[in-house]
């Protein structure tokens, strides 16, 4: 699935726009940097790694459409600045501008086009590494699943999460790739439904079975041994193994715990930030009212009456089973020092 397409030619990066999923397969076409941040922001793209791979790209359309300005250095600056912002609880997306401008200042270059072939270079490369260890870590991580197992998932974790393969969705692949019959249950994860469009969208597409629980039946199915193992994605991992994943994640992670259910989380070692030491220190993004006051543009909620809208919360590391990266599998306590 090649759903982030970059025409380097042009300068056009194409989305498969994951709002409309899994109805029509539309594309989003991105020009401009404000293209760019709109896409992140309505989520026409969403998932940690894809949006990383998003902002970098985006790094190439700035240059692009801001070289004709002779002061486009400012300029470059502030974008890459509004471009890291767009959503703040992801680390990969200020993780991958960062490492562009880092990149970019290392080598000195001062030429808008020599910038865009520079940066062009190492957005897709980016693109293709993700992949890569999504691969790795679906391999890896594939030994902790067993033939016959259900899986419960949250959210989306999958190809369209990321370059493409997946990082939760990744393992279940490899584990199906290795001969082991799999079963799937995709909560729902509203108010966006990642779990019951697009990582239902993305499953039955590869054969692999898959079923779409309502998040609250979450209790319900562990009770009944109706589940085996917990798989999910992350959005930023502290230092101390917390892991910030979307809303109802940590819910999920308490429900395990009592259930004797192993609860895992696979991500790339990108994803852990060395930044954070722990799980409270990282911004929790609170997105708008629309998406849980309305369903299909029907409102649900009456009038005069506010949402809470977090969109992502918090799983305290000892919930966590492992930690299933490209490298290697942790344990609880965590160590990710020397990484
Ligand atoms: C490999 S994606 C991991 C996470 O980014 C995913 O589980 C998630 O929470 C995505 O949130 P979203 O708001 O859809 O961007």
Redesign the pocket.
Same mark, same amino acid.
């Given at each position: 699935m090649n759903h982030i397409q970059f025409d380097k030619v042009n300068g056009i990066l194409k989305l498969l726009d994951q709002r409309f999923l899994p109805e029509k397969e539309d594309w989003f076409i991105c020009k401009t940097l404000t293209d760019v941040i709109y896409a992140l922001k309505e989520?026409v793209i969403? +998932? /940690?790694? /894809?949006?990383g791979i998003t902002a970098a790209y985006g790094c190439c359309i700035l240059i692009k459409e801001i070289s004709k300005y002779d002061d486009w250095q400012g300029k470059l600056y502030r974008g890459l600045e509004n471009l890291a912002a767009s959503?703040p609880t992801?680390v990969n997306l200020s993780w991958a501008v960062n490492m562009m401008r880092h990149k970019l200042e290392d080598l000195q270059i001062k030429d808008p086009q020599l910038i865009y072939d520079f940066w062009t270079k190492e957005a897709t490369s980016l693109h293709e590494f993700d992949i890569e260890i999504n691969q790795k870590m679906g391999k890896l991580g594939a030994d902790l699943l067993e033939d016959g197992d259900v899986v419960m998932t949250?959210?989306?974790?999958g190809a369209l $999460?990321?370059g493409g393969y +997946?990082? /939760?969705l990744g393992v279940i692949r490899a584990a199906v790739e290795q001969g082991k019959q799999i079963k799937v249950i995709a909560n729902e994860t509203r108010p !966006?439904l990642?779990g019951a469009r697009l990582t239902a969208y993305e499953l039955a597409k590869d054969g692999i079975e898959v079923k779409v629980a309502c998040d609250n039946a979450c209790a319900f199915l562990m009770k009944n041994k109706m589940i085996n193992k917990v798989i999910? +994605? $992350?959005?930023r991992i502290a230092v101390n193994g917390d892991v910030a994943?979307?809303i109802g994640t940590y819910g999920v992670a308490l429900l395990a715990k009592e259930h004797n259910i192993p609860f895992y989380v696979a991500?790339p070692l990108y994803t852990i930030d060395p930044n954070t030491a722990k799980g409270d220190d990282i911004n929790i993004e609170q997105r708008p009212k629309k998406e849980v006051a309305f369903i299909n543009d029907k409102k649900i909620i009456p009038d005069n009456v506010d949402v809470l809208n977090f /969109? !992502?919360d918090i799983t305290p590391a000892h919930l966590v089973s492992a930690i299933i990266t490209e490298k290697d599998i942790f344990r609880f306590p965590y160590d990710f020092k020397g990484l």
């Open positions: 989520m969403r +998932g /940690a790694p /894809a949006i959503r992801a949250h959210c989306n974790a $999460a990321t +997946g990082t /939760a !966006f990642q999910v +994605g $992350a959005d994943n979307k991500a /969109a !992502f």
